[in-house]
């Protein structure tokens, strides 16, 4: 599913949807260039979560948590937002507390998610982004998780 939207409300309304359907130990890997805007998305994804704390792209912090206060039955209680791009592989990946985060019901939102390699789970979700004419617009496309594709994948995502 592809959806352009044309301003960060729009990033975030988006992100509100899909902030609904998450389950505690969910993985959303967000693909995309510099500025395309991942690390908005994550701000919409935490605000609708009700998880406290503001969500930035820091230049040395590669992981942030961000916990709910009150959260909903059955909803997450815990967002981590990584950024793995100055990360080299997986050790440094579960140094950084993936596993541990995950066994703490945490939902994981992965900047640069090809660093974690194998760690990523055939049934994460995959969004990508990607800038379209205008400088607030952007391509939002929503891959379908492979265990939710009975007959393999339909795009052909390297
Ligand atoms: N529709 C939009 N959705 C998201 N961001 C937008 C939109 N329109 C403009 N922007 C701006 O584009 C920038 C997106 O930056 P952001 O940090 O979210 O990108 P990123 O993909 O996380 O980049 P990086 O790879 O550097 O971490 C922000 O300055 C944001 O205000
Ligand atoms: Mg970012």
Redesign the pocket.
Known sequence: MTRE????E??WALAREIAQMLKPGDIVCLE?D???????FTQGLAKALGVGGRVT?PTFCIVQEHRAADPEPGAPSMLVHM?LYRLHGEDDVIAIGWEDYLAQGAVLVV?WPERAGSLIPPGAMHIE?RHTEG????LINIVPSETEVPHGRIDSRS
């Open positions: 939207v044309h301003s960060v729009e990033t995309g510099l500025g395309a805007g991942k690390t908005t792209s950024d900047e982004f400088d607030e617009s952007r």
